[in-house]
């Protein structure tokens, strides 16, 4: 018997279908928010999207995030290639999806074993009694195609937990997968990022306020300090530019440390030696201001206090550092520290004998405003299944040549 040129071709599209995949999802998002988070700022359009491409014997996992601001943009990819039989090597179990398409392929091999031997027989001429084993074959292939189709959804509804694929909370909205294929689903999830932030008015804010009971020369040795941070604390947000001009993605990404110290030598090339520089992390910014005490009274403990903090108001006041600071009018060794940033900060913390003590905490309540965020899905039997397919129909077309 000749060769058969339409099983020949069911053969090499078999195994063509190996190498392709059968089932496809992709999901995508879209969202703007102004850039900063201010209600001036320009529009930042981020463009996420996520595929998974099934395979018989593994999956291949794919994202990309696009960023585009004032027509320039910028891309992030990542990616997976996920074998089946490595999770099982390892002893993992596969997902209801694998585990679906992987007994799919181990089927699809034993074909492809059976086929070559009915054509190895029909080049040597040994075809005359192998009829029936092509049917077997055509038969085998036709039941995978109906399992596929009718098991694929299934599988894939149990690896996700659930047959939402979109879903937009604030409305009640919802994309299912009700079939194994739907292209081109999208819905508006509506109210699910902020697009930006505003203050209603001055009453929405409120500054850190620190007091210092100055104590006498006697008490403050040589290189004690203060802290004061310029900054809010972990729990509040960095964002307004007037204020903060930080960073939203981190909250003590710009965070300043002041710290006042106090020199009982006078100013001299050794003063750097002096300054006790509060060990730092990368991300710490630290700011001197130092506080000269030298030639001041020891025996007049009063005087020296108040003499201290007249210093320390005078130092706060030459620096650029963002505080005000006000001499208590009644009490001659208080003085009060006030931030010029808005918001809650870092209370601060002391090395020095005085007290020193947050008297009044900063504060923000900010509005935001919320936009909707664009949503599309498509799932489908992919390039491999077709392959596989138009291979039963070679297959089928290869009883009428044979005949």
Known sequence: MARNILFTA?????????FLPWFTINQSQERSVKDGFYEDGVNVKTETSFSV????DHAILKAMTEESKSGNSERTYSGENDHYSEHIESGDELNSTESFLYSFYKITLVILALSFIIIVLEGF???????????????????????????IKSSVLETQGDEVVLQSPNSNEYVNMTLPFGIGKSLVSNDT???????????????????????????TWQGSYFRLFSGPGPDDINW???????SFASYNQNMTTYYVWFDREPLDA????RDPTPESTDDDTYVSMRVEIAGLNESNSSASAATIRNRIVQAIDASNAPFSATANQTVNNILYIESTYYGNQQ????????????????????????????????????????????AFGCFIGSRFEDS
């Open 240 to 246: 307004d530019k007037n204020n903060y001009n930080t």
């Open 10 to 18: 069911a053969v090499i599209l078999i195994v063509l279908s190996l």
């Open 125 to 151: 001429g040994q075809g005359s009694d192998l009829s029936s084993m092509k049917m077997g074959i055509a038969l085998l292939h036709l039941i995978i195609i109906i399992l596929f189709l009718s098991g």
């Open 347 to 390: 209370d601060s913390q002391s090395w020095y004998a005085g007290s020193v003590a947050t008297e009044v905490d900063g504060f923000l309540d900010y509005t935001e405003s919320t936009a909707d965020t664009k949503l599309e899905a498509s799932w489908y039997p992919s390039t491999g299944f077709v392959v596989s397919f138009l």
């Open 270 to 273: 050794n003063v750097s030696d």
């Open 53 to 56: 491409k099934y395979y018989l």
């Open 193 to 219: 990022h902020n697009e930006y932030y505003t203050l209603e008015d001055s009453s929405s804010y409120g500054f850190e306020k620190t007091s210092i009971e100055t104590t006498s020369y006697d008490n």
